[in-house]
């Protein structure tokens, strides 16, 4: 993950069509600290660095090799690469389990093996490390992406190793929505040689990996996967997308993979037993990591599935609400003591009921901090899902109404309101950290509005829809049930 | 719906914090072609509009009142405008049926019977109508808009009646993101005159609504729906977001409309039997919307459920075809002679099985239309989900990469490129067209991407998530299946 010089074989300028073409100016687009050399047998120069025609001709050592080249070439290549001592590969080049080309993935085996080369792929779209070694600041990103698409967020705690490129590739605008930043990515292909348990291992100690996301089609060494998985859920949350176990998931993943699913209930079982959260869909697979990613850090793992639903708006209320018991989860009312402290921030016509719908109301302290601290500071709840947090799409006129608004004394009270607003968000932040309780916002607008946005950046897993809140909270809670079983927590809780 | 002079009870400037001022800014701004007259005991302008002291001041016929303001004026205004004869009322006011106010509810009845005054709520947010009869052009918009929410998008075939006023006012931005048009909208409240069986019934012959959407707590006259919904549902679809049906639902639903949920069973019946198609998320609800609406005016509806399943990437391709099982759709294989005709279109790692995956491949004349139009008239499916379609976020580079593509040269290919792709988009709505064939598109970026938005302008429904583009499939194959059972196809079919 931390080469110091990459030679690309299959480097030309032909783009879009061509993906050596896409993934080199990608490594060099993401500003890779470290030496490139393209190899061509022809051209001088390609992308404006200096091309070689061979390995042989490149200056100084090399690291790791990146190969997107047709298959015929690949054996001669790899045989090359360990008569001259390069052990790490990324074999982009497919063709071979996936199309039942078993000759050719023996063959691949064999010179693996014989020179000691750790290959990731074939059929793979190579590593993303938004962290490598060129600098000691988590923040900074000095980024090393052999993939096709630029990455262009921070370095953050969360790392995937995927059976499928795209997951770690077009997902990038999935990411920026969400303010879910990566560590490490793995595009695993046909698992030729490493595998998913090589990475999850890798990603057992890396520091900078607080939250492990695999997408899986097929799990290749059972039992060495069963027990590392167990060991690292236990320290580090792992969320799995596995889609190979009905009958449409095992015809896909053989012509994608060549893999052999198994039955979506015997994964079902591995995965609770290991305490990975299982998600259904691409779209919860990353909301739940923004959860765990937002909120593990922190140490917030709920420990029981009490839930208050707060909103200033009936029917989201009303659909949390309904999500919360499809889930299983409970909407305890509150005890009389916390209902009396309630009343006094309330409007006439709210009650102090959960779901505690506050009606229409624009008092953020009294939104963002009052009434969360009471029900925080009670005990009596594990988590609170809050529909409605109003920035400037609420403002979003487009005539005589944004006319009106920009008028100097409208303005000021809109500004004055969104400050108050923002300095709520940042204190009831303090709520979540010292009561370690969960407040997680739907807001229909999603990251159009600046709030929401601001809540996000503030670490409050936001999420545009009622059921997504309650869906990523109900991972977390299971999560934190996973922990209880063992008595486990997190050292900072 | 087409007031040519409203009446505002409740006007004020007081923004960001009265509900009446921000109701009236956007009925303001939304650029209403009527007279509005705002009613004040005390201001002389509102929003640079002459204020009234009441009704009776007002210069000429007035056929819509809006009230807000606070409860207890409330039966006094109502006996005010039954003895002027205005009958049609919006009362926003909330605080009857929901607080368990019943001599409040019953009062207000009784003075609606006596002056026959047609009420929508109380605690409602009133209305939308995009296209009044202000004009004959059905594109043209000339909104009435009482909501807190200003529609800034054309005029569409889609209508909504809702027991949440958030549902029909803060979901725009989602329209917005789905090139989803709205027509009518109504925001029920209590229901305490006007229910949802008399606003279906007006939908069943509005003749610009082609596709209808309930948001249901409950429902009131259950017999008279049954008839209704059967009727309707067998000439234009309605699609449902029912919540009460859970325990938190319940809870949640009679502290907002103050109504007693049924069970869930009894509900999910009643859809059954009314050919209601249910959804189960706010974002499936309009997720559905969007497929409907684009497809059903063209006829677009299934007779079976045989999907392809066609990707460029593997993942997400898996991951549709998972949903597909799981979702009771079938995948069959292609018949031989269909494999030989799409064989000589595909790359030599792809393989013409279904999952069909096109591999790396960016040559979008195969992609939207050669493939397509192969598996579209061999008339062995009834649809296709399709992942992938590339436009400019697949070179959203920063520093280098964006450097080079700029270049005269890179550009110019990519031009191109983009602009075959274009093209081949709207000729691919032909073959939609021709076959009455779904072709229904996920993609990553989702709307962030130039080739997915022009694809959705070109009625291709269009999903981030592989999931979902499956679920609204789903959901308009169920349609399918319900107008099989009576042998009844749209017109255009």
């Known amino acids: 993950m931390n080469p110091h010089a990459v030679a690309f074989y299959g480097a030309n ?21 470290g030496k490139i050399y393209p ?60 199309i039942n080309n078993n000759t050719g993935s023996n063959e691949l085996k064999e010179i693996a093996l014989k020179f000691g080369l750790h290959i990731l792929g074939p059929n793979c779209i190579g590593i993303l490390n938004t962290h490598t070694n060129y600098s000691n600041n988590p923040n900074e990103a000095c980024i090393l992406n052999t993939t096709v698409q630029s990455y262009s967020l921070p370095p953050g ?10 997951f770690v590739s077009h997902t990038f605008a999935i990411l920026k929505e969400r303010n879910l930043y990566l560590n490490k990515t793995f595009s695993l292909g046909n698992e030729a040689i490493i595998d998913l348990c090589d990475c999850l291992e890798y990603l057992e100690t890396d520091p900078f990996t607080e939250v ?132 006094k921030y309330l409007v006439p016509t709210a009650q102090p009921s959960n779901p505690l719908d506050f009606t229409f109301s624009l008092n953020p302290v009294d939104f963002f901090i009052k009434i969360p601290r009471i029900i925080a500071r009670s005990g009596e709840f594990d988590g609170m899902v809050i529909y409605g947090a ?27 309101w969104r400050e108050m607003a923002e300095a709520s968000v940042v204190d009831a932040q303090k709520i979540v950290k010292k009561y370690k309780f969960p407040m997680v916002f739907a807001n229909l607008w999603g990251y159009n509005d600046s709030m929401f946005r601001h809540l996000n950046e503030n670490l409050f897993p936001t999420y545009q829809t009622p059921h997504r809140c309650v869906d990523a909270l109900f991972n977390l809670i299971k999560y934190g049930e996973y922990l209880q079983k063992f008595q486990i927590y997190s050292d900072k809780d």
Chains 1, 2 share one sequence.
């Open 13 to 33: 300028e032909n783009v879009p069509y061509n993906m050596g073409a896409l993934q080199l100016l990608t490594l060099i687009d993401n500003g890779f600290q």
């Open 212 to 343: 492990i996301m695999i997408y899986i089609e097929e799990i290749k060494r059972g039992r060495l996967f069963f027990d590392i998985a167990k060991r690292i859920s236990r320290k580090k949350p792992i969320i799995a997308l596995y889609v190979g176990g009905t009958e449409g998931g095992a015809k896909a993943v053989s012509s994608h993979t060549g893999s052999m699913a198994g039955k979506d209930e015997i994964y079902d079982g591995l995965f609770k037993q290991t305490g990975i959260i299982r998600t259904y869909s691409v779209e919860e697979f990353f909301d739940t990591a923004m959860i765990f990613s937002h909120l593990i850090p922190l140490g917030v793992i709920p420990k029981g599935k009490k839930i208050v639903v707060m909103t200033n708006s009936g029917g989201p209320g009303a659909t949390m609400a309904d999500r919360i018991s499809r889930k299983g989860l409970e909407l305890p009312l509150f005890s009389e003591e916390v209902k009396k402290k309630i009343q």
């Open 157 to 166: 705690n969360v790392s995937i190793a995927s059976q499928s490129g795209t």
């Open 390 to 416: 109003y920035g400037d799409q609420f403002f979003n006129y487009t005539s005589f109404g944004k006319e009106f608004i920009e008028k100097p004394k409208p303005q000021e009270i809109l500004l004055q």
């Open 39 to 98: 190899i061509h047998p022809n051209l001088e120069t390609i992308f404006g660095l200096k091309a070689y025609k061979s390995i042989k001709e490149i200056p100084g050592k090399v690291d790791l090799a990146e190969i997107v080249v047709s298959k015929k070439h690949v054996p001669q290549i790899l045989t090359e690469l360990g008569e001259i001592g390069v052990n790490n590969v990324i074999l982009v080049t497919a063709g071979f389990r996936e």
